[in-house]
């Protein structure tokens, strides 16, 4: 008990003082998922292709068929951006991301005119004086301090401008805190830094709205959803958390990540077995914002 005491105060200790996984950490996560998150696309780009609707901005504020600005925020392998080229909609991008690895992979895409910037998100929001009619951000979200994004869109927005995101929500990867705590909290001497990354996920369709309305914007499309993903062995399920990017970050708690791999297949096969099958659970939310006025969400 006084060991668990003492681990937890340590942890307390290290996100007061900041020392927790950070944005190089990600950077080096994604550098290292470049190459394979791709099966994150095929089994999830579904999902991303709801917020993909530059029509609501020709709705709204572009009758002239001149060429929208979209921000493909965090934009990683280039999912969104190549769908927008697709759209009957003719639209000028600027797609951003933190991990240069994952923006060699939309080489494609800077040949067919998308504006690619290596840059953390915040700082080019901080920095640039671009105005965009759409900002488009999938699974990224948990990254950043949810107030100051928001805050930060709404400044590079044009006036009635629509902003769609996708993100995973609270109860998604259930269990998995608990197992990497209790590995954590088993090899206290293996732990480099905690994550917080807990804080910044949304509580479904009523906490993404509510984080949006607190900086004046409000839902034109509300929506939650789950999937959940099957695999026969416990290395399997774990393989598949690395390789989509869902748990960047989660081996730069440990000095050794791999002195305690071992351990982390030992605990999922412990909680995540169920009929024969090891499943993990991806909760998410999605929502098309804009500014002004109340509007009704269908
Ligand atoms: C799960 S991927 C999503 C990629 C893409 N939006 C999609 O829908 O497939 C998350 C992306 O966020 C990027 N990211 C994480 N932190 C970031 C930051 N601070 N600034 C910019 N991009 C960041 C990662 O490099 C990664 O490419």
Not at 44 to 72: A, H, S
């Amino acid at each position: 008990m006084i060991k668990k005491c003492k681990f937890y105060m340590n942890m307390i200790y290290k996100i007061m003082k900041k020392e927790v996984v950070d944005v190089a950490d990600y950077k080096a996560s994604y550098n290292d998922v470049a190459s394979t998150y791709e099966c994150w696309v095929e089994k999830m780009g579904k999902f991303t292709d709801y917020i993909i609707k530059p029509q609501y901005v020709c709705e709204k504020i572009n009758n002239k068929n001149e060429p929208i600005k979209v921000l493909d925020f965090a934009c990683g392998t280039g999912y969104i951006s190549r769908k927008l080229l697709l759209s009957s909609v003719p639209c000028e991008i600027t797609a951003v991301d933190l991990s240069d690895k994952m923006l060699e992979v939309c080489n494609d895409l800077s040949l067919q005119g998308v504006d690619l910037i290596n840059m953390d998100g915040m700082t080019f929001l901080e920095n640039t004086s671009e105005q965009f009619d759409m900002i488009l951000c999938g699974w990224a979200l948990p990254y950043f301090s949810h107030n100051k994004l928001l805050n930060n869109f709404g400044k590079v927005l044009k006036k009635d401008g629509v902003i769609g995101i996708i993100a995973n929500s609270k109860g998604t990867l259930d269990e998995m805190e608990r197992i990497f705590l209790k590995v954590m909290e088993t090899n206290p001497q293996e732990v480099n830094k905690p994550m917080n990354i807990a804080f910044n996920l949304p509580n479904g369709e009523k906490g993404l709205k509510q984080w949006f309305e607190k900086q004046g914007f409000y839902p034109l499309e509300l929506y939650e959803g789950e999937r959940v993903f099957s695999f026969d062995t416990g290395e399997a399920l774990l393989d598949w958390l690395n390789q989509t990017g869902v748990m960047a970050g989660t081996k730069m708690i440990f000095k050794d990540y791999d002195k305690v791999k071992g351990q982390l297949i030992e605990e999922i096969k412990k909680l995540k077995y169920d009929n024969g099958k090891y499943n993990i659970n991806h909760k998410f939310v999605y929502g098309i914002f804009t500014q002004g006025g109340q509007h009704e969400h269908n």
